[in-house]
């Protein structure tokens, strides 16, 4: 895990490979240049592109594919829509009995600018300093909570007004445990990088299965909306996932106006949303989850200030991690990694 800067630009990069039967000097002959240097394109702006030539060759015809499925350019120009993120544009070259194929990696951002928030304490209760925390929810009014670190790992359903544990079992050591969803009574629990997923009995915390992950290598934060679930794995997507299967069937990249994010950590559903903090950020997300566009930022700076034992912790590990969002009063709590308190917030447009 590195320091992500969350409103970070991301430059453009154009790498060039060729297949089909163009020969070497086809492939090295032609360069796309999508946009200007260093421009940000967001979805619905038409962006110029240039087939460019080293050596003067007649070309018969382009044709272009965006994702695998074929765009007309009109113009010499391009708009691109869903999906944001990362995604692949492509161009068959045809020219003097060769075909030439050149792909380009185009990062295309949301249109629109978060809103940015911040943040009223509402309530303030204790929270176990020992909890290095990785994953938080409730359910049916009662809070449920992952804790990490190899050889330190838990699960615990947690008391919220007086911080104490009800119920805790401890993983084994070769485990780092991460986040956790709750889904038809059973608990959801991933691990970092054995590539491990846990499925708990939700009222015996018995160990029922373990689940792989498939394409995604790690595993860090997990919700679900009641049909699917929504996985992070420190890249810049979010896995959707079948609840039954566990099968990665899609995802989405999150980003702003400017920029695709990674390093998004816990994961909460919230009214529709998905809320997700960055690692070794004081910021949460709010995402559109059929899109992916960031739509709001909330600042919770200042909170760690709050705490008494701030001046024991390490500010690069013991980060804000932990949202969880109670649907039955529509109540806000947050806390970080061993922080000795866990808050009840307002979240308040700027």
Known sequence: MKV??????????????SCGNSNQKNSANFSLQIGEKDENIQQGKAVKIQLQQKEKQEIDSVTYFYNGEKINVENNSITFNLPLGK???EANIYSEGNKTTLTEEVSVHSNVKPKLYTYEIVNTYPHDSQAFTQGLEFYNDTLYESTGLRGQSTLRKVDLESGKVIKKIDLIDTYFAEGLTIYNNKIYQLTWRSGDGIIYDLNTFEKKEIFNYNESKEGWGLCNDGEKFYKSDGTEKIWILNPETLAE????????????????????????????????????VIID???GAVEGLIDFRGLREKLTNNDELVKSNHVLNGIAYNP??????????????LFEVKIIER
């Open 87 to 89: 995604n692949k544009l």
């Open 4 to 17: 992500y800067n969350l409103l970070s630009l991301f430059i453009l990069g154009f790498f060039v490979i």
């Open 328 to 341: 039955n009063n529509k109540k806000l709590y947050v806390t970080g990694k061993n922080w000795d308190k």
């Open 289 to 291: 989850p059929k899109t």
């Open 249 to 284: 069937e899609s995802f989405i990249q999150p980003a702003t106006h400017k920029t695709t994010l990674t390093k998004l950590n816990e994961l909460e559903w919230v009214e529709g949303k998905i809320y997700a903090n960055t690692w070794q950020k004081d910021g949460v």
